[in-house]
Nanobody, 127 residues
Framework: QVQLVESGGGLVQAGGSLRLSCAAS????????LGWFRQAPGKEREFVAT????????AYADSVKGRFTISRDNAKNTVNLQMNSLKPEDTAVYYC????????????????????WGQGTQVTVSS
């Protein structure tokens, strides 16, 4: 059974940092794209970042560029999201996702581009 389990969410003040982690199990994810999405109350789920197996092909939403960094550790089957300079508008449930894609297309910025999803972790940024 495939599982993606997020951790690292919490409450932080504006300007602070958090590091999210996602542990993947159930199959070999080394060839998958792994990404992060988020969903704020009353809003649609939106793309945050994605990375290929090597970490050399990454993409970010404009709203997080320069503040968030995605990375992965294939030996541990994990993908991380380092979030710096957090803003209240970053408040959301953050989801980890895995895609069968082996090369980047803009489709990887859509929820439908991913086959597996975690349960999410809450991130709250206070002003």
């Amino acid at each position: 059974q495939v599982q993606l389990v997020e951790s690292g969410g919490g409450l932080v003040q504006a300007g602070g940092s958090l590091r999210l982690s996602c542990a993947a199990s159930g199959r070999n994810f080394n060839t998958f794209y792994l990404g992060w999405f988020r969903q704020a109350p009353g809003k649609e789920r939106e793309f945050v970042a994605t990375t290929d197996w090597s970490g050399s092909s990454t993409a970010y939403a404009d709203s997080v560029k320069g503040r968030f960094t995605i990375s992965r550790d294939n030996a541990k089957n994990t993908v991380n999201l380092q979030m710096n300079s957090l803003k209240p508008e970053d408040t959301a449930v953050y989801y980890c996702a895995a895609s069968f894609a082996t090369y980047y297309t803009d489709y990887l910025q859509k929820s439908s581009g991913y086959e597996y999803w975690g349960q999410g972790t809450q991130v709250t940024v206070s002003s």
